[in-house]
Each structure stands twice: as structure tokens, then as C-alpha cells.
């Protein structure tokens, strides 16, 4: 089936630790975009990419880091450096040429720091 | 830059009943989209109605439509016949040629039975 997969779908993060949340999709998206949720608040976009091995910082890029080495996945990495990394965390992806106007979610990674 | 507010955090409506989520949005762009996302409580993102600027005519999904009136920068959308699996936070969303997507902060909505 197509779609977008996030792994895991819980993580557990102790103080000072870096982890990686996968995001992979068979959908032939051109972009792709991780966003933060924070319970009971709306979506923040942290990074996003437009072609393979580019991509631009979001609005909550601090304390995050991301790579597009492939076209179908974009990972997250969560440095130590973000102090409040407990989140929802939400990849999506879409195409960009016309007809692009829809994008897409996978189920979402949930992040906690322990 | 784009901004869409959603100025109802909280709504409720009985089982059966309709209900009307409100939207407004801020742009200098003639050519956009406009949707809205439910989000129930698995937090699966769901796209449930998408609106082209372009168009006149109000864009209708089964029990959802929207009243989109483009010169106000309104968009809200109606759920008739509400049920219970339509419990869950809707995010209204705005969309312009070649640039990201802008998401509203969400309204909570509760069917209740």
C-alpha cells in the first residue's frame, strides 16, 4: 500500500541523548516536512525538504537536525540541544508539481523524554 | 505572510445535530487552497474537504461542506448530521503556489450523544 511510515511510533529519549525518528514514503512525493504538536496546540514546522539532499529550516528548527539522502525518506534528528523535545511528531509529503495542492500525514511519532 | 485563525478552541454538538467550524485567513495571493484536517484522537492527520480559490461553487464532501467566501477570507466548514466518530480536532489550513503549507491552530470538537 502507499504511504508514509514513521518509526517508532513511541521513543523514550534520556536527558542528553540524541534520537531519530524515521520517516519513509512510497508515494513518489517530491517534499517533504516534519512538523511538532504539542498536547492540545496546533502544528509547527520544524524542517522541510524539496529535492533530494536540500532543505530549509521550518519555524522551530533549534535543537533539530534532518537529511534527505533519498527521495522517499527524511529523517529527524532530536539533539540534546532541544531542551523540551516531548511532542507529538508528525511527517508529511506532497508533490510539487500542479496538482500538488494536497499533502499528506503519516501517524505521527510520539517523543518522551525521561 | 499567511495566517489562519480559528476562533473557536472548543465546540460541542449533539449527535445528529449540525455544527459550523469557523475560519479566516490572511493573504495577498489570489490563487490558493484552502482545507480542513481532522485529527480524532489516534492524531492521524485526515484531509476532509479541499477548496480552490478559483472556484465559485462550495465544495461538498458526503456530510461535510464549506461556505467559502473568498472577499471576507472566510472558510468554515459544516458537518451535518454529526456523529460521534466526527469527535476530534479539526485544523483549517491554507495553501499558495509554490510555498508551504500554513495550519490554523485547531478547534476541539465533541459529538456528543
Known amino acids: 500500500d502507499g504511504g508514509i511510515t514513521q518509526s517508532p511510533k513511541y521513543l523514550f529519549r534520556k536527558e542528553g541523548q540524541n534520537v531519530t525518528l524515521s520517516c519513509e514514503q512510497n508515494l513518489n512525493h517530491d517534499a517533504m516536512y516534519w512538523y511538532r504538536q504539542d498536547p492540545g496546540q496546533g502544528l509547527r514546522l520544524i524542517y522541510y525538504s524539496q529535492i533530494v539532499n536540500d532543505f530549509q529550516k521550518g519555524d522551530i528548527a533549534e535543537g533539530y537536525s534532518v537529511s534527505r539522502e533519498k527521495k522517499e525518506s527524511f529523517p529527524l534528528t532530536v539533539t540534546s540541544a532541544q531542551k523540551n523535545p516531548t511532542a507529538f511528531y508528525l511527517c508529511?509529503?506532497?508533490?510539487?508539481?500542479?496538482?500538488?495542492?494536497?499533502?499528506?500525514f503519516g501517524e505521527g511519532s510520539w517523543l518522551t523524554v525521561v | 505572510a499567511q495566517t489562519v485563525t480559528q476562533s473557536q478552541p472548543e465546540m460541542s454538538v449533539q449527535e445528529a445535530e449540525t455544527v459550523t467550524l469557523s475560519c479566516t485567513y490572511d493573504t495577498s495571493e489570489n490563487n490558493y487552497y484552502l482545507f480542513w484536517y481532522k485529527q480524532p484522537p489516534s492524531r492521524q492527520m485526515i484531509l476532509v474537504i479541499r477548496q480552490e480559490a478559483y472556484k465559485q461553487q462550495n465544495a461538498t464532501e458526503n456530510r461535510f461542506s464549506v461556505n467559502f467566501q473568498k472577499a471576507a477570507k472566510s472558510f468554515s466548514l459544516k458537518i451535518s448530521d454529526s456523529q460521534l466518530g466526527d469527535t476530534a480536532m479539526y485544523f483549517c489550513?491554507?495553501?499558495?503556489?509554490?510555498?508551504?503549507?500554513?495550519f490554523g491552530p485547531g478547534t476541539r470538537l465533541s459529538v456528543l450523544p
Open positions: 508529511a509529503s506532497r508533490f510539487l508539481q500542479t496538482g500538488g495542492n494536497t499533502i499528506y
Open positions: 489550513a491554507f495553501m499558495s503556489y509554490g510555498q508551504n503549507f500554513v
